[in-house]
């Protein structure tokens, strides 16, 4: 079965940038979808950050600040620069099947999250 790890989450300042990676173990080739969902309390967790094909999508408060790549087969990162107080979340990563990628598709595995602060 196909597990995920993520790492590099903590505590950055306003402005700042932070780098999140991904490590997946199990079946996974490059044609599965990866990316990034975030949630706060009291909100839906949102997607963040989807590479396929390596083609990326981002949602629009992010765009233009974070970076979504493909470091090797199993394994994606998110960098996050000029951070604000309100990306702070925990950020989940995921996979998607190949049968199922578009980005409405709720991913088939998640990682177990990991938390990103952000100080004024």
């Known amino acids: 079965q196909v597990q995920l790890v993520e790492s590099g989450g903590g505590l950055a300042q306003a402005g700042g940038s932070l780098r999140l990676s991904c490590a997946a173990s199990?079946?996974?080739?490059?044609?599965?979808?990866m990316g990034w969902y975030r949630q706060v309390p009291g909100k839906q967790r949102e997607l963040v950050a989807r590479i396929h094909r390596d083609i990326a999508n981002y949602a629009d408060s992010v765009k233009g600040r974070f970076t979504i790549s493909r470091v090797d087969t199993k394994t994606v990162a998110l960098q996050m620069n000029s951070l604000k107080p309100e990306d702070a979340a925990v950020y989940y990563c995921?996979?998607?099947?190949?049968?199922?990628?578009?980005?409405?598709?709720?991913?088939?595995?998640w990682g177990q999250g990991i938390q990103v602060l952000v100080s004024l």
């Open positions: 199990g079946s996974i080739i490059s044609l599965n979808p």
């Open positions: 995921a996979v998607w099947s190949i049968w199922r990628t578009d980005l409405g598709v709720t991913p088939d595995v």
